[in-house]
């Protein structure tokens, strides 16, 4: 299986400033098709989550763009440029490179 | 708009049976592959189950292999979960999920097993 690490557990962000959450898998999330199969998640507190980010960088419908997603292989970033009160939550990356499908333990998000 | 609502949760003793459904619209269902995730309490993500387009190809985590069936009828564009033998650590808001292309995720259904 497919492990995924995530950094740090919890972030604390004054409004405004940038932040920035680490993903890394134990192999590479390249698949033969050229596209790398790593996505990330917000789940703000009592919803379900929702798609940020996938295949690394492609933002998901109606996600603005202060939220980034770079990396490759098996070191991927997710970056607020400006963190607002509404990015409160707990953000997961997953992959869906192959069975079974695997999250990182989330990184919780705060403002302080 | 393409929307998925998990139903069919509910307070059950263990080793009962239940059988999640998911209801899917806006989007052409029998050409996706679809998920299940669930969500313990307080904790992560998990993947549990998924199936393919026209239902021949099945795979599960170990966690519940053998215990849980997924299936599919696209006549009624619905993802269903078999859960047999359930135990108090399935307790957990289930999901469907499709994420290849990408779409929102329903509110989830809650599973509670509890003697």
């Known amino acids: 299986d497919i492990v995924m690490i995530q950094t740090p557990l919890s972030l604390s962000v004054t409004p405004g400033q940038p932040a920035s959450i680490s993903c890394k898998s134990s192999q590479s999330l390249l698949q033969s098709d050229g596209k790398t199969y790593l996505h990330w998640f917000l789940q703000k507190p009592g919803q379900p989550p929702q798609f940020l980010i996938y295949?690394?960088?492609n933002r998901f419908s109606g996600v603005p763009d202060r939220f980034s997603g770079s990396g490759s292989g098996t070191d991927f970033t997710l970056k607020i440029s400006r963190v607002e009160a509404e990015d409160v939550g707990v953000y997961y990356c997953m992959h869906t490179l192959q069975v079974p499908l695997t999250f990182g333990g989330g990184t919780k998000v705060e403002i302080k | 708009e393409v929307q998925l609502v998990e139903s069919g949760g509910g307070l059950l003793q263990p080793g009962g049976s239940l059988r999640l459904s998911c209801a899917a619209s806006?989007?052409?269902?029998?050409?996706?592959?679809m998920h299940w995730v669930r969500q313990a309490p307080g904790k992560g993500l998990v993947w549990v189950s998924r199936?393919?387009?026209?239902?021949?190809?099945?795979t599960y985590a170990d966690s519940v292999k053998g215990r849980f069936t997924i299936s599919r009828d696209n006549a009624k564009n619905t993802l269903y979960l078999q859960m047999n033998s359930l135990r108090v650590e399935d307790t957990a808001i289930y999901y469907c999920v499709r994420f290849s292309p990408p779409v929102g995720w329903g509110q989830g259904t809650l599973v509670t097993v509890s003697s």
């Open positions: 295949t690394v960088s």
């Open positions: 199936i393919n387009g026209d239902g021949s190809d099945t």
């Open positions: 806006g989007f052409t269902f029998s050409s996706n592959w």
